[in-house]
C-alpha cells in the first residue's frame, strides 16, 4: 500500500498569507496520479488539484499543485477566508486509493 | 450536472448490518465506476470498493472482504453498500465517488453518517 505523510498537522496563517502544504509518499506515485482536496466540517471531499498540478473545474488559480514521484506541494498562494479548512493528498495509482491524514488550514 | 445522493443518517447496534444507497444521475451511469470510501472521525477517508456499474463487477479492500457487498440496479442508476457484522468502529460517514475518465474521483455524495452504538 501506498502511504501518505502530511506535513505540516496544522498550519496557522492569517488571510492574504501564502500556505504550503506537503504530501509525501511511501513509494513513487505513478503517472503523477496525485490528488489534492478541500474538506469543510460537514461536507464531503471537494477537489482542488489532480494529476499532481491540474487545477478541477471551477478551482480558482490561487491554488496550484506541484511535484512528482514521492514529493507533491499544494499551494494557496493568497489566503481567503473560505479557504481555512483541511486539506488532504490522495493517490490514485494503485488499490487501495490512499488518503493523507491531513493538513488543516487556520487562522491565526 | 451530474449528482450523487445518498440515502440518510442511521443507527445501528453491534453485529447488525446497513445497507446505503447512492443514485447517480446527469450522466449515463454504466460509464463510469463508482467507489465508496469511509471517514472516521479526524481521520482521512478511506477506501473500501469498487462495482463496475456496466456488470456489477466489484473489487473490495482486503480488510473489508467477507464483510461488504456491493451492488447496483441500473434501471435506478443506483449502487448499494452493505456491510455486515458491524462494530463500534465501523462509526464513520461513508461516501459514494465516481472515477473520470481520467481515473481521478470527480464527483462525490453527500455522505452518510452510519453510527453503530449499543
Known amino acids: 500500500d501506498i502511504v501518505l505523510t502530511q506535513s505540516p498537522g496544522t498550519l496557522s496563517l492569517s488571510p492574504g498569507e501564502r500556505a504550503t502544504l506537503s504530501c509525501r509518499a511511501s513509494?513513487?506515485?505513478?503517472?503523477?496520479?496525485l490528488a489534492w482536496y478541500q474538506q469543510k466540517s460537514g461536507q464531503a471531499p471537494r477537489l482542488l488539484i489532480y494529476?499532481?498540478?491540474s487545477r478541477a473545474t471551477g478551482i480558482p488559480d490561487r491554488f496550484s499543485g506541484s511535484g512528482s514521484g514521492t514529493d507533491f506541494t499544494l499551494t494557496i498562494s493568497s489566503l481567503e477566508p473560505k479557504d481555512f479548512a483541511v486539506y488532504f493528498c490522495?493517490?490514485?495509482?494503485?488499490?487501495?486509493?490512499?488518503f493523507g491524514p491531513g493538513t488543516k488550514v487556520d487562522i491565526k | 450536472q451530474v449528482q450523487l445522493v445518498q440515502s440518510g443518517a442511521e443507527v445501528k447496534k453491534p453485529g447488525a448490518s446497513v445497507k446505503v444507497s447512492c443514485k447517480a444521475s446527469?450522466?449515463?451511469?454504466?460509464?463510469?465506476?463508482l467507489h465508496w470510501f469511509r471517514q472516521a472521525p479526524g481521520q482521512g477517508p478511506e477506501w473500501m470498493g469498487v462495482?463496475?456499474?456496466?456488470?456489477?463487477?466489484?473489487t473490495s479492500a482486503q480488510r473489508f472482504q467477507g464483510r461488504v457487498t456491493m451492488t447496483r440496479d441500473t434501471s435506478t442508476s443506483t449502487v448499494y453498500m452493505e456491510l455486515n457484522s458491524l462494530r463500534s468502529d465501523d462509526t464513520a460517514v461513508y461516501y459514494c465517488?465516481?472515477?473520470?475518465?481520467?481515473?481521478?474521483?470527480?464527483?462525490w455524495g453527500q455522505g452518510t453518517l452510519i453510527t453503530v452504538s449499543s
Open positions: 490522495q493517490q490514485y495509482d494503485s488499490s487501495p486509493f490512499t
Open positions: 513509494q513513487s506515485v505513478g503517472s503523477n496520479y
Open positions: 494529476g499532481a498540478s
Open positions: 446527469g450522466y449515463t451511469f454504466t460509464r463510469n465506476y
Open positions: 462495482i463496475n456499474p456496466t456488470d456489477g463487477t466489484t
Open positions: 465517488t465516481r472515477v473520470s475518465s481520467a481515473w481521478f474521483f470527480d464527483y
